[in-house]
Each structure stands twice: as C-alpha cells, then as structure tokens.
C-alpha cells in the first residue's frame, strides 16, 4: 500500500526528530569533557540549539497530525555510540579533537538529512515544512563552520601536549627526513 505524502513527511520528521534528540545527548557529553572552555561552551550552546530544532520539528509533525516515534529514539542513541569507538587508541588529550571530528561529521549528515526532508516536502508542495527544513539546514551549516574553525587550532594544542613540540619544530624535522 503507497503511503501519502504527509505519511512520507511525517517519516521524515520523525527521522529529523529522533537524530536532533541523540545527537543533543551527545552534545552535552562533549560539553563535559577536555578542558578547552571556548570548545565546551561551543558544544553546550549547540545543545541548547538542538533542542529548539527537534522542539520545532516535533510542532511541524504535529501540525501534520503525527506523533514522535519512540523506536526511532532509542534506535538514534543506541547508533550514537558507535562513533565513540574511533577515539579508542588515542590520547585523553586528542579527546576534543576527536568530539570536534564528529560534530563536523554529524553536522554535515544533518545538512543532508534536511535537503532530503524540504525536497520532499517540496515535492509535495508543503512549503512550511520545506522552509523549516531549509532554515534548520542553514543552522547547521554555521554550526558545521564553526566547529571546522575550532578544529585545526585544537588538533594543534593536543599535538603540542602529546609531543610536547612546537608544530614549526615538527614541520621542520619532517621536511629535513624528506
């Protein structure tokens, strides 16, 4: 049986919903951890921004008469740990380049994910949901541009205290090895 266009849209509110819940869980988690305030706060501020994405999301999908979807919830955090394991074998001081590493990543999979949700919604003319969809992207990608310019002066701090070496000295050895 073909589902209806608001069915489509629904799914996909529901999809949009359940991954801006795990990944504000995620969010606060990173919060927490390093000791690079200006990333901390940067990680929390994008939490409470989350927030207020599903928090619009879930009125959008009411609007349309659907409702959230419990198993898509617990299914988004259960995946949300998987990313985790790419920070085994590293050091307690790469952990904030790593959180910084997957919130880009996360940031971009999210910009996708609403350019599939306005297109459908575009598809089937529901020009409210496409421009929710099309504003909570743009968000996404300051957020996606603000994280990639934390990254490099992070991933430089932790080099510096695991090496315990400038980058210029680094730099220098490896072209003179060359």
């Known amino acids: 049986m073909a589902e209806t266009s608001t069915e489509v849209i629904q799914r996909y509110l529901q999809d949009a919903i359940a991954a801006e819940k795990s990944f504000e869980t995620q969010l606060q988690g990173f919060s927490k951890e390093g000791d690079n305030e200006a990333v901390k706060g940067a ?37 949300n740990l998987t990313p985790k394991t790419a920070q085994i074998g590293h050091e307690k001081e790469e952990r ?51 994280v990639w310019n934390l990254l490099a002066p992070e991933a430089l701090t932790a080099f510096t205290r695991i090496t315990g070496e400038r980058a210029a000295a680094a730099s220098a050895r490896r072209a003179s090895t060359v």
Do not use: P, W
């Open 43 to 79: 990680f929390q501020q994008h939490a409470l921004e989350t927030r207020t994405q599903y928090e619009r999301l879930t009125a959008r999908l009411q609007a349309l008469g659907g409702s959230t979807s419990t198993a898509k919830s617990i299914l988004a955090h259960i995946f």
């Open 96 to 146: 904030t380049t790593q959180n910084l590493m997957m919130a880009f990543a996360v940031e971009n999979s999210e910009c996708a994910m609403y350019e599939a949700l306005a297109t459908v919604a575009e598809a089937a003319g529901d020009t409210q949901t496409a421009a929710l969809a099309r504003q909570i992207q743009a968000e996404e990608k300051a957020t996606a541009e603000k």
